[in-house]
């Protein structure tokens, strides 16, 4: 990939695309090409089609997605197979017409089997029942995958799949609803804080156990297996450690600097007990994380107190 070659970036506003153009600016690329969902709603397939006939890039990285947490995708599952099926299909089969040099896709660990064995190796995927709070979500983007494999097969085209672990950084979501663990907590204990509240309520049992990435390390990730990598089978990116939910909970409460107690309501979904990724694969490429887990909620908080209003909106 040379710095001047063409890149789209789709999805470019959200947490993964935002720290995917990061990263490419800092490395020198240049012609990055980018559109908003107003300007190009990518369920669209004759919209999709005309964009890529005429924008003709060399390399894309499909980081556009309907994604949320546990609440999100557990309310709203028909909204998340369709958008993410029409998304995937739409990029993916554009790309092979306008013959796009390369592609990666995004997947996400939460699509391998609910009960897969620990840690998860990328063959395990499709051999066990989902977890049921995002079978929607997961069908969708397991069809992404497989659509990259047979286009590779099928038309030799150099489509790649990259399955990374729970994700957080800057620019992430941080509405109480329909946001992932990580960013939720931080706005509830800062909530908390500073309306000096003695108590606040997490979802589920806290037992869960989940593994998180920093979103610029995997960005950084991304890049290196779009420069290094080609073949059918994805490869996860992690950290290879997971820790539970109630001591993230304990790590983003020191942090935030919240004196009060965790409340757990056991009405809400645990969703899948552990997903681990083993990350052998990636490491044998010579790619590892830099972002310890403590130093990425810091920063991240650091962020949400400059960039956040009382609602929880960017202000940038
Ligand atoms: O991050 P999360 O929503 O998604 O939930 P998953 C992780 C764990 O945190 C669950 C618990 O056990 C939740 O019950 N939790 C506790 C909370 N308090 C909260 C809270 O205030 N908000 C949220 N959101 N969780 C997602 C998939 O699964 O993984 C998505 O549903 C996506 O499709 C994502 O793939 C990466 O990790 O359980």
Not at 15 to 26: D, E, H, K, T, Y
Not at 165 to 186: C, E, K, M, Q, R
Not at 285 to 313: C, F, H
């Amino acid at each position: 990939m040379n710095k001047a070659d063409k890149i789209y970036v789709a999805g470019h506003k959200g947490l993964v695309g935002s720290a995917i153009v990061r990263i490419l600016l800092s490395q020198g690329f240049t012609n990055i090409v980018t559109r908003t969902s107003n300007e190009l709603d990518l369920r669209n397939q004759t919209a999709v089609a005309a964009f890529f006939e005429k924008e003709k890039p060399q390399y894309v990285f499909l980081a556009a997605a309907k994604v949320g947490g546990i609440f999100a995708n557990s309310s709203a599952p028909a909204d998340f197979i369709y958008d993410n099926m029409m998304i995937a299909f739409n990029v993916i089969h554009s790309a092979y017409l306008s013959g796009v040099r390369k592609l990666l896709f995004l997947g996400s660990s939460c699509i391998y089997p609910k009960m897969a064995q620990q840690p998860i190796k990328e063959e395990y995927l499709l051999t066990g029942a989902l977890e049921s709070t995002n079978e929607a979500y997961a069908i969708a983007k397991i069809s992404g995958l497989e659509l990259c494999k047979f286009y590779r097969r099928q038309y030799g085209c150099d489509f790649i799949s990259a399955m990374p672990t729970n994700l957080y950084g800057i620019n992430d979501n941080f509405d109480i609803n329909t946001s992932h663990v990580l960013p939720a907590l931080i706005r509830r204990f800062h909530e908390a804080k500073i309306s000096n509240a003695t108590e606040v309520v997490l979802w589920g049992t806290g037992k869960p156990l989940r593994e998180f990435l920093y979103v610029d390390d995997l960005a950084d990730a991304l890049l290196h297996l779009m420069l290094n990598y080609s073949d059918e089978i994805h490869i996860n990116v992690g950290t290879g450690e997971d820790l539970s939910i109630n001591d993230l909970a304990l790590v983003i409460k020191e942090i935030v600097g919240f004196n009060g107690a965790l409340v757990y309501d056991n009405s809400k979904p645990d969703g899948t007990p552990r997903k681990l990724l083993d990350v052998s694969r990636l490491s044998a490429t010579g790619w590892r994380y830099k972002t310890p887990l403590r130093e990425g909620i810091e920063k991240v908080y650091r962020w949400y107190l400059k960039s956040m209003d009382a609602n929880g909106q960017s202000m940038e």
